[in-house]
């Protein structure tokens, strides 16, 4: 996930101030690189970009003294191309008179560089931003005016994307959006386009909204939109935001944890775009395909990802893999592995020291070392030999939710590939999570009363839904501190029974081919004046044994590959039953007590 903004003023003006400050406020959305630019009405483009932070960029460059009246900022959350100088934006056309910046992936990029090469054109990067400029220059170099030359461009542009340009010679700017964040704010001296609308708030709060396969051309005194469709004029006024600027961070969501599990469907989506792309996928299995023995090692809510992700290997791989928690690796494992084995590090921050620690011990032993990370250019990224980007984009609520959910959906691709399976399926998958969200939300107010004051439960699954089931519990620990156990559900009869009483809570997440056995784990604790929530497809057989149900949507799959996407889907269920059960509490789902979003300490 990426930033942009741009803007047109009547004047000329002190520009480096506010983009500094627009660049700021688009911080969240990743700042492996910063850039900024303007344009005069002629002479040369001032660019000025590189690696690194706003405030350590914009000094190092002297952002401040950059005037004009019109101006691009861009921040990059690295995905196509390292986070180095060159592949930052925004980016030049071949001779220098457009520049522009997109945020978003253009999946297909490496085809797209290789044509522009051959036409002639100076290809200096190898990131998707530039793509998008050199997809324009080729149409202005036909003779096209900008608003028909980007309309041509998004013929040859695959994903979702925004981006904003600007020609040397111009009084305007232009932006399209088509698939990722884009709002106009507008105010009597300017105009500006920003990713998101806390990037222009501060600057107006009279904005205009753009939807999906239309350009906005912008200059100091008005704007005007055309459809990509058909080139027609697009009448829309504009309107007042009452929203603070906090709730326009959250995008009008009340916390970050339910912004972030609704984001679930399109960072689903953008992953398996991208993974359908990189050749760091065959990479990724051409090492495990070598490999004596393959460990997966993570911690929290990463970890319950590579259980369930050794699961998957497992059925469609037919390889075992041993997921270990970090910390425990050395001791448990330290003397058995050797150059021969891999080991899949997961972990979203790329900076928990305790994963750190078991690469380092990795390493020490000539071991293969594979990452999922999601915050890219982080510490694993650069020391692993294969790095596979989770692409969800900052994730700010320390409860990890659309991180999770990538990660197996990572392992859960990785596996079918290696398998030799159809990976096509899984393109249903973002459109599951938001009929299981749907699903989710119509059914969940009488559980989360039933739950409401219980300080101690249980959460319960069997094969594939026994990592769910840890990490149903972990959600309710972090976010309701209530103490929520979770454990293999034939486990539970040996010993944790006892804990059994009336009205007692149990939460049993069912699969589809385990319910037999699920069954009589209900019965063992309703017998004994237990209660059970069952949550998983719809079977009759749990309605008539549960005391209460939730049921998620039978994923319209391939037979074979339905309870492994139900398991992926059945952790939705219980994001959002321990975050109602949160606010039930009074507490800050975001922010819970005594935890960090990332720990790099021992
Ligand atoms: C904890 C977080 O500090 O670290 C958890 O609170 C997270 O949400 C765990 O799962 C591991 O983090 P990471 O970045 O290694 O996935």
């Given at each position: 996930m990426c930033g942009i903004f741009g803007i047109v003023t009547r004047e000329i003006t002190e520009l480096g101030p506010i983009l500094v400050g627009a660049g700021e406020r688009l911080s969240y959305r990743g700042y492996d690189t910063v850039g900024a630019a303007t344009l005069p009405r002629e002479g040369e483009i001032d660019l000025r970009k590189d690696a690194g932070k706003v405030q350590e960029v914009a000094e190092k460059y002297n952002f401040a003294e950059m005037t004009g009246d019109r101006a691009i900022l861009q921040l990059r959350w690295a995905?196509?191309?390292?986070?180095s100088k060159i592949n930052s934006q925004p980016h030049l056309d071949s001779d220098g008179d457009l520049v522009g910046a997109h945020n978003g992936n253009v999946v297909n990029n490496v085809e797209l560089r290789e044509e522009f090469q051959a036409e002639g054109m100076v290809v200096r990067s190898e990131n998707d931003g530039e793509s998008c400029v050199h997809a324009v220059e080729r149409y202005v170099d036909q003779g096209y005016e900008m608003v028909e030359a980007i309309r041509m461009a998004t013929l040859d542009l695959e994903g979702d994307y925004s981006f904003v340009i600007g020609k040397v010679g111009e009084d305007h700017l232009y932006a399209i959006k088509m698939g990722s964040g884009l709002v106009a704010g507008i105010r009597e001296d300017m105009v500006c386009i920003g990713s998101d609308l806390p990037s222009i708030l501060p600057l107006t709060r009279e904005i205009v909204r753009l939807y999906d396969g239309e350009i906005i051309s912008f200059w100091a005194g008005g704007y005007e939109i055309t459809s990509v469709e058909d080139g027609s004029t697009i009448e829309r006024d504009p309107e007042i935001v009452e929203d603070s600027m906090e709730a326009a961070q959250k995008g009008g969501y009340p916390h970050f944890m339910l912004k972030e599990i609704h984001e679930q469907s399109q960072v689903a989506g953008e992953l398996l775009d991208m993974l359908d792309k990189i050749p760091e996928v065959d990479q990724f299995i051409e090492k495990l395909e070598g490999a004596r023995d393959i460990y997966v090692i993570a911690c929290g809510t990463s970890y319950h990802a590579g259980l369930l992700g050794s699961i998957y290997l497992n059925k469609f791989a037919g390889r075992s893999a041993i997921p270990v928690l970090a910390p425990q690796f050395a001791a448990q494992y330290g003397n058995a592995v050797g150059p021969e084995d891999v080991g899949i590090f997961i972990t979203?921050?790329?900076?928990?020291k305790d994963v750190i620690n078991a690469v380092d011990a990795a390493r020490e032993r000539g071991m293969g070392v594979l990452d999922l990370v999601n915050?890219?250019?982080?510490t694993l990224t650069l020391i692993s030999d294969v790095h596979l980007p989770l692409?969800?984009?900052?994730?700010?609520?320390?409860?990890?939710?659309k991180t999770y959910l990538n990660q197996v959906l990572a392992l859960l691709y990785i596996a079918l590939r290696w398998g030799g399976h159809?990976?096509?399926?899984?393109?249903?998958i973002p459109g599951l999570i938001n009929l299981t969200l749907e699903k989710t939300e119509e059914q969940i107010k009488p559980l989360v009363e039933k739950l409401d004051g219980w300080d101690d439960l249980y959460s319960l699954g069997y094969g594939l839904t026994f990592p769910v089931a840890l990490e149903g519990a972990l959600k309710f620990k972090e976010?309701?501190?209530?103490?929520c156990e979770g454990m293999l559900s034939t486990e539970?009869?040996?010993?944790?029974?006892?804990?059994?009483?009336?009205?007692y809570p149990v939460i049993f997440t069912a699969g589809p081919e385990d319910i037999p056995l699920i069954v009589s784990g209900i019965n063992e604790v309703t017998c004994r004046g237990g209660h059970v929530i069952a949550i998983g497809l719809e079977d009759p057989r749990l309605k008539a044994n549960a005391q209460q149900i939730l049921t998620i949507p039978w994923p319209d799959l391939p037979e074979e590959l339905v309870p492994a996407a139900a398991a992926l889907l059945s952790a939705v269920p219980l994001q959002l039953l321990s975050y109602h059960c949160s606010l039930a509490r009074g507490y800050d789902p975001d922010f819970p007590r005594n935890l960090s979003k990332t720990l790099t300490v021992d």
């Open positions: 995905t196509f191309g390292a986070p979203q921050s790329g900076e928990t915050v890219v250019g982080s692409v969800c984009g900052y994730e700010i609520s320390v409860p990890a939710t159809d990976t096509t399926p899984l393109r249903k976010i309701t501190y209530a103490h539970f009869k040996h010993g944790p029974l006892s804990a059994v009483y009336d009205g």
